[in-house]
């Protein structure tokens, strides 16, 4: 009997020997469990994004109202931190349609007149999808014809716009590709000045967004993207141009700032807006979204809350 009492007791004193060098042993294999699971998701810059893409999937999964992402490129930020509220392949190449008169705009306001007269050509009256219908030869000032690229996204005003700033569009899309290059744009590239689809034009959400704080800067700009609606008359004519926005945040969510909205077969749906609200500066951009407004509010509301509460 005393011999067996013995071994229980050698037994249990055994246990709690080993018991903290099994704890460290645990976390021993667990540490090295990381520093192999880490390498495998790739660069600093993409593990930022798995970090942040976690983070929004599980905080904004239980407020934003569904389960699978009904775009196919989301980013939230919020301005005044930098910080990421919400991303969903934001650094995905993609067709950015009208967006492409963000660009458009900030090359025709470093090299153009905004009071100078520009001519209708016929290619540009010719300018198919979004359009005013302007005529061959009317002329414009180059303001007017910013504006209506802006406010309704007239592709005959871009066009006519582009042509009068860099002589040929050709000439135009060569500028906006060195200021792409200036400005870091490691992932867009530009075909044409307006912004229908093509092989070679692209961008990202990430890429638009720093696209579009900059251009936000410029105090012209910032004042038409967030016009709802304004005419243009030409220069020797009585004919009006009505001007109304495509943007139907602008007027229906307070704050909301812009900025630009995009459409073409390739590109679907797309929306980059700006709203300022109770101290908030957030920044959206929407990629192919079929339910782009629905989604917009959505994560304005989401990021509003988000960023109210770390304030």
């Known amino acids: 009997m005393a011999r067996q009492q013995e071994?229980?007791?050698?037994?249990?004193?055994s246990r709690k020997r080993w018991w903290p060098i099994g704890i460290v042993g645990f976390g021993a294999v667990l540490s090295v469990c990381l520093v192999t699971l880490l390498p495998a998701l790739g660069s600093a810059k993409d593990y930022h994004?798995?970090?942040?893409?976690?983070?929004?999937?599980?905080?904004?999964?239980?407020?934003?109202?569904?389960?699978?992402?009904?775009?196919?490129?989301?980013?939230?930020?919020?301005l005044k931190s930098g910080r990421v509220l919400y991303q969903h392949e934001s650094e995905k190449r993609l067709s950015p349609a009208s967006l492409t008169?963000?660009?458009?705009?900030?090359?025709?306001?470093e090299h153009g007149r905004l009071d100078e007269y520009a001519t209708v050509s016929k290619n540009a009256a010719r300018a198919p999808?979004?359009?005013?219908?302007?005529?061959?030869?009317e002329v414009f000032r180059l303001d007017d014809l910013l504006k209506a690229m802006l406010i309704v996204s007239a592709n005959d005003a871009?066009?006519?716009?582009?042509?009068?700033?860099?002589?040929?569009?050709?000439?135009?899309?060569?500028?906006?590709?060195?200021?792409?290059?200036?400005?870091?744009?490691?992932?867009?590239?530009f075909s044409n000045g307006c912004g229908f689809d093509g092989p070679e034009h692209y961008s990202t959400a990430e890429d638009l967004a720093k696209l579009s704080e900059i251009a936000m800067q410029n105090p012209v700009f910032r004042e038409l993207v967030r016009e709802e609606q304004d005419f243009i008359m030409p220069v020797s004519g009585h004919r009006p141009y009505l001007l109304h926005t495509t943007n139907r945040l602008l007027g229906r969510i307070p704050g909301v700032e812009g900025i630009k909205t995009g459409f073409?077969?390739?590109?679907?749906?797309?929306?980059?807006?700006?709203?300022?609200?109770n101290g908030s500066d957030l920044l959206l951009v929407i990629l192919n979204s079929n339910r782009r407004w629905n989604m917009a509010k959505s994560l304005i509301s989401y990021g509003l809350r988000v960023s109210e509460s770390a304030q």
Request: hydrophobic residues 40%; proline residues 2%; charged residues 20%.
């Open 49 to 78: 994004h798995h970090r942040a893409a976690i983070h929004s999937g599980s905080s904004a999964q239980q407020e934003l109202p569904w389960k699978k992402v009904p775009a196919n490129s989301v980013l939230l930020k919020e």
């Open 7 to 13: 071994r229980v007791q050698y037994s249990q004193d």
């Open 101 to 109: 008169k963000i660009m458009s705009a900030l090359i025709i306001l």
């Open 264 to 277: 073409t077969s390739k590109a679907g749906r797309c929306l980059i807006a700006k709203v300022s609200q």
């Open 129 to 137: 999808k979004t359009h005013l219908r302007l005529r061959t030869g």
């Open 158 to 189: 871009c066009l006519a716009a582009v042509e009068h700033v860099g002589g040929t569009e050709e000439q135009f899309v060569e500028m906006m590709n060195a200021k792409v290059a200036q400005l870091g744009l490691t992932d867009t590239h």
